[in-house]
């Protein structure tokens, strides 16, 4: 399936618009999996048994993994994610952005080494740097346009002419230029659902990744309110910390299930 069909298909089946994003640090890690070779690998796993039945897809976050000399973990979650949970959308954290040539690069690492359903990418080098992720016509394209980072004001609140800041102008650009095939979606912070409402006017019902609720603080009921497509759904709510460390015992598998399980409901609730 298309990133988008097997995302529509995660929201119905799951009845879920939760993503749960794979930050592993070792520091954190039960004490059972403490000096394991294979422990980044491991925790992520249980991690993904416990919440799977509860989201609509899994967000791996590449530097957590690179940091630790882990991308062959990394390479087997993705493909235990493939076989286990094919319904599942995998979705590679990795934000690039770069020069077309070195796009193609990258490119090819988020979709055929880890052979991800989509990617995070960086607009800043403009469209021939995102254009070589647009080839792949089948995977999804997720581009930064309002981050949920205290920083990202300093950029993305310009004012690009008539009074229209910078992460409009992106979403704009998205929705009516780049979007030819239909598999673009857009990074949108939870800490700011009054702009995640101006995106969402802007764009229709594109699909919006919005990180930002648990660990970092924003809000689920405004959120919801802000971000949901004309269907009731149309967003990858992502919560990673809050749920991977909701416990260090031995119960830390039941802990991730219930935090996504109560995410989920908390969800829904706000519709």
């Given at each position: 399936?298309?990133?988008?069909e097997?995302l529509?298909?995660?929201?119905?089946?799951a009845?879920s618009?939760?993503?749960?994003?794979?930050?592993p640090?070792p520091?954190?890690f039960?004490?059972?999996?403490k000096?394991?070779?294979?422990a980044?690998?491991e925790?992520?796993?249980?991690?993904?048994d416990a919440?799977?039945?509860h989201?609509?897809?899994i967000k791996?976050?590449?530097a957590?993994?690179?940091?630790?000399?882990?991308e062959d973990?990394l390479e087997a979650?993705c493909?235990?994610?493939?076989?286990t949970?094919?319904?599942l959308p995998?979705v590679l954290?990795?934000?690039?952005?770069?020069?077309?040539?070195t796009a193609?690069?990258?490119?090819a690492e988020a979709?055929?080494?880890?052979?991800?359903d989509?990617?995070?990418?960086?607009p800043?080098m403009?469209?021939?740097s995102?254009?070589?992720y647009?080839?792949w016509?089948?995977?999804?394209?997720?581009i930064?346009?309002?981050?949920?980072?205290?920083g990202g004001?300093d950029l993305q609140?310009?004012d690009?002419?008539?009074?229209?800041p910078?992460?409009l102008?992106?979403?704009s650009l998205?929705?009516?230029?780049?979007?030819?095939n239909?598999q673009?979606?857009l990074v949108v912070?939870?800490?700011f659902p009054?702009e995640?409402?101006?995106v969402r006017?802007?764009?229709g019902?594109m699909p919006?990744?919005?990180?930002g609720?648990?660990?970092?603080?924003?809000?689920?009921?405004g959120t919801?309110a802000?971000?949901?497509s004309?269907?009731?759904?149309?967003?990858?709510?992502?919560?990673?910390?809050a749920?991977?460390y909701?416990?260090?015992?031995?119960?830390?598998?039941?802990?991730?299930?219930?935090?996504?399980?109560d995410?989920?409901?908390?969800?829904?609730?706000a519709?």
């Open positions: 399936m298309k990133f988008t097997k529509d298909y995660a929201w119905a089946h009845d618009m939760l993503m749960v994003g794979l930050d640090d520091q954190r039960p004490a059972e999996l000096g394991r070779p294979d980044i690998y925790f992520c796993k249980g991690v993904i919440t799977a039945p989201v609509c897809g791996p976050q590449i957590y993994f690179a940091a630790q000399r882990a973990q979650l493909d235990y994610l493939r076989t949970y094919p319904h995998l954290d990795a934000k690039r952005g770069d020069i077309g040539s193609e690069q990258y490119a979709f055929e080494r880890y052979r991800a989509a990617v995070t990418v960086n800043y403009g469209f021939d995102v254009e070589p647009l080839a016509e089948e995977k999804g394209v997720i930064l346009c309002r981050t949920s980072n205290k004001s609140f310009l690009v002419g008539n009074g229209e910078l992460y102008h992106v979403a998205v929705a009516n230029r780049w979007n030819k239909g673009c979606a912070g939870a800490t009054n995640i409402a101006k006017e802007r764009v019902d919006l990744l919005i990180p609720i648990g660990a970092q603080g924003g809000d689920i009921q919801v802000a971000g949901k004309s269907s009731g759904s149309g967003m990858m709510i992502n919560s990673s910390r749920i991977l909701a416990s260090n015992g031995d119960d830390w598998r039941e802990a991730a299930a219930k935090a996504a399980l995410t989920r409901n908390a969800i829904n609730a519709k």
